[in-house]
């Protein structure tokens, strides 16, 4: 069994490195988000032309981005979705709804401080977890049973 | 045609309202979550039982409301998801990306001063909107034609 | 909002009735198998012509009662699974699990004395109640948005 | 031709062993859940963390162990439902019900005094076998054409 | 519950007048193909042109009535299929072949002669009858639980 | 039988009121795009404001739009596509396109002179007729058996 | 590209070996039913026990077949059914039936004398062929383009 | 994450190979419909038998295409449609429909003089291009995140 697993949400921290590394040596693979925040913002105008308008220059980028996290999630058996301390995240929670929508597995990751204004996400995922490394168990969990400790 | 409408997000204002009066005369049948908020953070303890952890409080609360959500954004033609000055409202955004992943028509609605934080969600959708009053003009466009004026 | 509600497992006491008479007045239509133990074995047999071996006329009854059991489960917004105290009810187990591959919102009822058996099927659940009168108070809750005391 | 095999239900006899080893040399993939009893019931709490409630903890494990149950579901071509001379396997029943509305193949594997109880469950399956060596020849004859002897 | 059943198949007997009349009072809907035999035949020239060649001819009468026949296949729980004494009624089969596609329930009409003919068409219903009172009282049976006699 | 039927495509000719007029006393329900030309055009930055760059204009314009069209194709059982003498009409392709993935009965409308040029989506319809009496009689025989004549 | 391809129907000449090796050197891979008549009638007691009467023996060999029959078509991008002389193949025409509501591109095999017998099935056919040397023409066309002669 | 990408639309210029060329060491399977004019409108009559009539020509050949482009779409995660300077082209129109409808990912390639007859095709799409190097740098940064410059 090979796990497609697609990370979504926060960009600001290296909570994918760490369960890209946490999980070396189990058959998983990943995909993401162009985590890169300057050029998810500017793809759209980079490529298909300034717009004089902010909302646009937002528009033709958030539509570009739209071909990659679509395919991503799409493709993955398990969505993780991180929500982090700072920014609205809007577009992790819009990522587990579409997940949720396609019966996905979904992983939300979160400190506690947030668990009462995802309830509703969280109430959509088979696991809750506030640390990376909960993540790569399960992933070593779902794979070969083993649990840590 | 009638129009099923879903709407979603905020309720600490009287945007539904506005929209339901609004669209007075028009073949138009409308849905929404539970819009008392006590109600709705209680329900899933109140009927299920109680429960000492908070997290499990809300947990059956979420899955109980998510009774009333899917069907509503199921049997919805368009989904109008509303962003408010207040909150995180990921369950706002959560359901944007239900609709979304199902194929609904998708209107967004909220101030500019959120724009750039909800491209993803704007991108996905067929109209975006800051007033209750244009919803309901779209509502009155799709089904008659009629515009504004 | 109309609710269509699915009414599956034990069929040796009056849990069905309970619920149908408690939702009096709420925008329900409910649908259940054929609660007629008898008929419900024969029916294959009676139409379709008698066999010497059981297996064979179990098989042609079951197959029957498919047809009423899947377009009840498949027509259904919600489906409420009972366990009773007597017989093994696999077949309670199988709706509830096609019930949760078709995405619709599952209802369990059962006594306490059976959540770790059937902590998977309760796993894929919008709630766990004990009691029919639990259930009404789910369906009124979702469809008016009040709660019960 | 690859077959896809998920083998579901009883976890307290080596039926999975003696399907795998027979099958050997035919072109066969199979998955299975987890089969360590006590790592299934207690992983949820195991990596995250644990719960004063039996029913959270058996909620938390349950939904963890979904992420790979239905993922062997999904991808499997014929899913194999044993069910065995001991507990309630309600799990079982509810894997042959998720398999049987993804329109997957259902062999199922029983004894004969379990088959008036397994009525419904049989009515949905391609197969009803007794022993695991009837499946190897199923398998063998699906990809081959070779019957046994 | 209300149930739509499509008749298709064999053109030439009353059996479709015996279902329909047989189940008066039962609240079911009939669709069923054009069975006007020249009508169904020239229904493509007659209305879109002439043509000299047989085969287009046909083409375009078969596209025709492919119209009514999916849409009745597709909007029907039960899909009743026939198969007379005459004609190679591969149309029948083709039916038969949609509507197990599609997840239909299917009952299988035919003498005793048919039966090694047809058995891959009746391994895929879930009844098999051989007399159009049988299917009135399947019907009658799904509907009420009330068996014959 | 009540069929469904949306009429998509040119705009500047009378054929739509011409097949409903006709199909007066059949059980039939039409559907249509928005048919004023200028209302259609506009409707983006009417109602949800100015745009300096045409592009814009025409994408919040085609965006309103696709909510009646979308509901349109997806409700319906036949989409007739109508190409006429004027412009490029490849919003009536795209439509015919997005029927036909959806397993829509797709009846095309042209003259001869565009039959070379339409063969690819000709192809998908089940019937190809010149004038709008011709649905006509298409819809009469679906729905009753009666041919032209 | 790579196509897959379901070779259904008729077992009694070499028309399956014919387009196999014709297609020699071509990106396709083939799958075809068991083709051996006697395993192919009596695999479902020679391996689940034997049956008194001919109806059950059949039965269950049918749907042991389908378990091969259903993924092939499932799997297959193209399904050619091939109509001999003999027989009334009303399996194949289930077959077809089957692979066109599952949306599958249909190349239907037989000579010009069932044509009109075949109307309906090869209305749904992307190609009507009447020689096995014409399949793998159109399979050499569509992976390469190039046309005989 | 490897990207199919279908290639459709006009045939006259060299915008494939461009295209092609430019995604040279990016993971990426492109498809397209056979490009060769001539084959392409005669493949019908040349595999399947010559015409009198070019309505059926042009028919036999345009659903032998179809075998070829519903795969190609089908498969396809990126759907990009050239509109160029000649002919009605249609059948372009038609494809980016179908894939809209699949819910495929649609970049748009046509010069500014197009772009209000094309803007329901092109609200569709999530980027709009004029030139095929812009399409390479959408493949590139979709998978690599890598902008131009």
Known sequence: MTLRVYLSGEIHTDWRERIVAGATGL????DA????H??????????LGPEDKKVWHDHKGARLNAIRTRKGIADADIVVVRFGEQ??????????GFAAALGKSLIVLHGPEHAHALKEVDAAALAVAEHPEQVVQILRYVLTG????
């Open 27 to 30: 058959d998983v693979v990943f």
């Open 33 to 36: 988000p162009v985590t890169d």
């Open 38 to 47: 300057a050029a998810s913002d500017d793809c759209g105008v980079a490529i």
């Open 87 to 96: 920014y609205r995240q809007w577009n992790a929670a819009f990522d587990a």
């Open 146 to 149: 083993i649990l840590p400790g």
